[in-house]
Nanobody, 118 residues
């Protein structure tokens, strides 16, 4: 059974940091590209960052460049999103996704809530 389980979300003050994790199981993690998406209330889901199967290619949305870092540990079947200098507009549900090819989305997690507020 395929599972993607996100964790690490929470409430943080503006300027703070969080590290999200997404633990994968049920498929060959090292063969899949991984992505982080987010969706705020009333808005469409948007791509935040993605990474190829072995991590040689990283991509970021303009609104997180220089603040967020995506990484993966294929030995632990886990992808991470380090989020620094958080802003209130980063408040959203964050989801991870796995795709057999770049920018394909075969599996989704249930999401973890990130709230940036003072």
């Amino acid at each position: 059974q395929v599972q993607l389980v996100e964790s690490g979300g929470g409430l943080v003050q503006p300027g703070g940091s969080l590290r999200l994790s997404c633990a994968a199981s049920g498929f060959t993690f090292s063969s899949y590209a991984m992505s982080w998406y987010r969706q705020a209330p009333g808005k469409e889901r948007e791509l935040v960052a993605d990474i190829t199967s072995v991590g040689y290619r990283l991509s970021y949305a303009d609104f997180v460049k220089g603040r967020f870092t995506i990484s993966r540990d294929n030995a632990k079947n886990t992808v991470y999103l380090q989020m620094n200098s958080l802003k209130p507009e980063d408040t959203a549900m964050y989801y991870c996704s796995a795709g057999r090819f770049w920018r394909t989305f075969d599996y989704w997690g249930q999401g973890t809530q990130v709230t940036v507020s003072s």
